[in-house]
Nanobody, 126 residues
Framework: QVHLVESGGGLVQAGGSLTLSCAAS????????MGWFRQAPGKEREFVTA????????YSTDSVKGRFTISRDNAKNTVYLQMNRLQPEDTAVYYC???????????????????WGQGTQVTVSS
């Protein structure tokens, strides 16, 4: 069992920055891939980025490369999402999720993740 709690969302103007945090508790050593997804109103949940605990490998969707950075503090069991140069189209509820790196299936598929946080709202005004 893994419990995930996101924080750090809010309202920001276009071009601004926010940092989201996801604190994990429980059997985090098993579910060692942490991902960030987002869901805008009326849209499907979308992969943003993911990081592996074992070697720190990072996977990101093209739309956030160069703007968003994922990192993790293994000692604190916390994953961060630094978001820079935010745009109105980044507005969404952001979720963190956990899965094993030994599962088959792309890290970008929401269905391959076992545990999800409650989400945190990010709103970017133009």
């Amino acid at each position: 069992q893994v419990h995930l709690v996101e924080s750090g969302g809010g309202l920001v103007q276009a071009g601004g920055s926010l940092t989201l945090s996801c604190a994990a508790s429980g059997r985090t050593f098993i579910y060692s891939v942490m991902g960030w997804f987002r869901q805008a109103p009326g849209k499907e949940r979308e992969f943003v980025t993911a990081i592996k605990r074992s070697d720190g490998s990072i996977y990101s969707t093209d739309s956030v490369k160069g703007r968003f950075t994922i990192s993790r503090d293994n000692a604190k069991n916390t994953v961060y999402l630094q978001m820079n140069r935010l745009q109105p189209e980044d507005t969404a509820v952001y979720y963190c999720a956990a899965r094993s790196e030994y599962y088959s299936g792309s890290y970008s598929r929401p269905g391959t993740y076992d545990y999800w946080g409650q989400g945190t709202q990010v709103t970017v005004s133009s």
